[in-house]
């Protein structure tokens, strides 16, 4: 199935497309740069999935879709690598997605306005889109050396269970770096609520006692 994000940058042949993409798990700018093979028939040909912890990119997503994974390491920032390969290296990889006829048209257009525009817009939507959680920091703190514990009983809509905050200090503020809900029917949880958000979710069948799993 052909995606193009939300915002699409450019009305030739080679278009962009732009959303942000929360997986819970992990989350990102995605870039779809799109291609019409015929008059009505637009291909997503390249996909750019800058994630915070699993970064990749699809050549060719609608028919070759091969998935290659970015090391943060070597690449470093996902969105600038991406950004910058689609300003160097965009008619080799449409090239490489099996789109030969596209890969011309893109060594033939002047695409720099478009180009400049989605990394306007992936810049401003990289801070803009994310998603954080705010939680409250438990009834009842436990002060360990240099981080504090804040437990809670959470109910919700359709869950409940122990939630137990891990609360540190950095500078002035105090942060949450850890919370471990233990839910009854979805036990999951976060690294850094408040900054990236990493939420992770426990098998019942593999982890029956979330609570004894956590502590």
């Known amino acids: 199935m052909k995606e193009r994000g939300d915002t699409i940058i450019g009305e030739g042949t080679i278009k962009f497309g732009i959303e942000y993409r929360d997986l819970l798990h992990d989350q990102g700018v995605c870039i779809h740069v799109l291609g019409d093979v015929s008059e009505d028939d637009e291909h997503e040909l390249l996909r750019f999935d800058c994630f915070d912890h699993e970064p990749h990119y699809h050549y060719g997503p609608q028919q070759l879709n091969e998935r290659l994974m970015l090391d943060k390491t070597t690449a470093g920032d996902s969105l600038d690598w991406t950004l910058g390969n689609i300003r160097s290296r965009l ?14 048209a893109a060594r033939g257009a002047d695409l720099s306005a478009e180009m400049d525009e989605l990394e306007s817009q992936a810049r401003a939507l990289a801070v803009a889109g994310r998603r954080t959680v705010m939680h409250d920091r438990g009834d009842v703190i436990l002060e360990a050396g240099p981080v504090r514990f804040g437990v809670e009983f959470r109910t919700l809509a359709n869950d409940r ?7 540190g200090d950095i500078g002035d503020e105090e942060q949450e770096l850890l919370t471990f809900d233990c839910f009854e ?3 999951h949880y976060h690294y850094g609520p408040r900054a990236k958000n990493q939420r992770l979710y426990l098998d019942m069948t593999t982890t029956p006692d979330p609570l004894g799993w956590a502590l």
Do not use: S
């Not at 008619?91 to 011309?104: N, V, W």
């Not at 269970?161 to 609360?167: D, F, K, Q, R, S």
């Open 161 to 167: 269970g122990v939630a137990i905050h891990v609360l």
């Open 91 to 104: 008619p080799d990889m449409i090239d490489r997605a099996r789109y030969p006829e596209l890969a011309e």
């Open 185 to 187: 029917v979805a036990p």
